[in-house]
């Protein structure tokens, strides 16, 4: 079992940048590949961005490549999301995620844990 809890966000003007964390709870962390995804008002959970097990990997969606950089340090159970050049577009609750299967993945419905969410709000 896995917990994970998200904190740094809040609000930003547009170009702006915000760091996201996500602390992990056990000592398996660096067993699980991590994403983070986000959830705009009436639209779908969409994958942001995903980092492997080591670190070594790294995938992002179209819309934040350039931008935004995702990050691991093992020794502290953390996953960040860096996020520069911020748009309105990029408001959100932004959560981190744990998968148990290998691999880096974009797909929800592949990972396993969830944690609680965190806003995001871009003014412009």
């Known amino acids: 079992q896995v917990q994970l809890v998200e904190s740094g966000g809040g609000l930003v003007q547009a170009g702006g940048s915000q760091r996201l964390s996500c602390a992990a709870s056990?000592?398996?962390?660096?067993?699980?590949?991590m994403g983070w995804f986000r959830q705009a008002p009436g639209k779908e959970r969409e994958f942001v961005a995903g980092?492997?097990?080591?670190?070594?990997?790294?995938i992002y969606a179209d819309s934040v490549k350039g931008r935004f950089t995702i990050s691991r340090d093992n020794a502290k159970n953390t996953v960040y999301l860096q996020m520069n050049s911020l748009k309105a577009e990029d408001t959100a609750v932004y959560y981190c995620?744990?998968?148990?299967?290998?691999?880096?993945?974009?797909?929800?419905?592949?990972?396993?844990?969830w944690g609680q969410g965190t806003q995001v709000t871009v003014s412009s």
């Open positions: 995620a744990a998968r148990l299967r290998i691999g880096v993945g974009r797909d929800k419905d592949e990972y396993d844990y």
């Open positions: 056990g000592r398996t962390f660096s067993s699980h590949a």
């Open positions: 980092i492997s097990r080591s670190g070594g990997t790294s």
